[in-house]
């Protein structure tokens, strides 16, 4: 079924493919800082010949955007086979309750310690370090949240960073300080998703940048970024 949606949509590869579903969140003044700020979440559309994978629910009323990539890949709600939640934030989860009632076939999956902190009609399948979900890889990186996952597709060399990571102007940048529970943690996961060796990096704040691994080294060693 799903392998007829690619051949519709015209995907160069069949195998694999990333539709990512791109919408802009209002944070008044005091939660992110002195000031109001706008910003984009992302989620992902994930194609594999058996599998459709949703990656991130987004925030309290996504349906209607994802429901749009998934026009875009010719692919209906039915054909989504599992969700996976990078970590508890409502920018990220906010969605899954009204994404989980047009697929209620899926698999809603997460990383185990954030499973509490998500609050969901339904129950959530734990992930931890090596499991796959189709073909992607989970790493834990925790720090922003105590469940944080990045997701590896190994064969097609794209990382998922949820918010391990951002872009911020053209650059990697660390989540902002205020949200990440752990700093520590954070940054020691940061060094792991360094010595991944993908040729892209997807994030849920920020497009994509050119050279994300030399990017993200550079900040470890302080020599760019924030
Ligand atoms: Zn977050």
Same mark, same amino acid.
């Given at each position: 079924m799903v392998e007829e949606q690619f051949k519709k949509s015209g995907a160069s590869?069949? =195998?694999?493919f990333v539709e990512p @579903?791109?919408?802009?969140?209002?944070?008044?003044?005091g939660i992110a800082g002195p000031y109001e700020m706008d910003? !984009? @979440? =992302?989620c992902f559309? @994930?194609?594999a010949p058996d599998r459709l994978i949703l990656i991130d629910a987004g +925030?309290?009323?996504? /349906?209607?955007?994802? !429901?749009? /990539?998934?026009q875009r890949v010719n692919a209906p709600w039915s054909d989504v086979t599992d969700i996976v939640l990078t970590h508890s934030h409502p920018d990220h989860v906010g969605g899954l309750d009204e994404v989980v009632s047009k697929a209620p076939g899926a698999a809603v999956w997460a990383g185990a310690p954030d499973i509490p902190n998500i609050p969901s009609a339904d129950p959530l399948r734990p992930l931890r370090e090596g499991d796959h979900v189709g073909g992607l890889r989970v790493l834990q990186t925790p720090g922003h949240t105590s469940g944080h996952i990045s997701l590896l597709d190994? !064969?097609?060399? @794209?990382l998922f960073v949820g918010d391990a990571l951002g872009t911020l102007t053209g650059a990697v940048a660390r989540a902002p300080s205020q949200f990440t529970s752990d700093a520590a943690q954070a940054?020691?996961?940061?060094? =792991?998703?360094?010595?991944?060796? +993908?040729t892209r990096m997807l994030f849920s704040h920020g497009p994509e940048v050119p050279d994300p691994v030399?990017?993200?080294?550079?900040l470890l060693a302080g020599t760019s970024g924030t």
């Open positions: 590869d069949s =195998r694999f @579903v791109i919408q802009q969140i209002h944070l008044p003044a910003l !984009d @979440v =992302r559309l @994930v194609g +925030p309290e009323g996504s /349906a209607f955007a994802i !429901d749009q /990539a998934l190994e !064969d097609g060399g @794209v940054e020691e996961s940061l060094r =792991r998703l360094s010595e991944t060796q +993908p030399a990017q993200l080294r550079g």
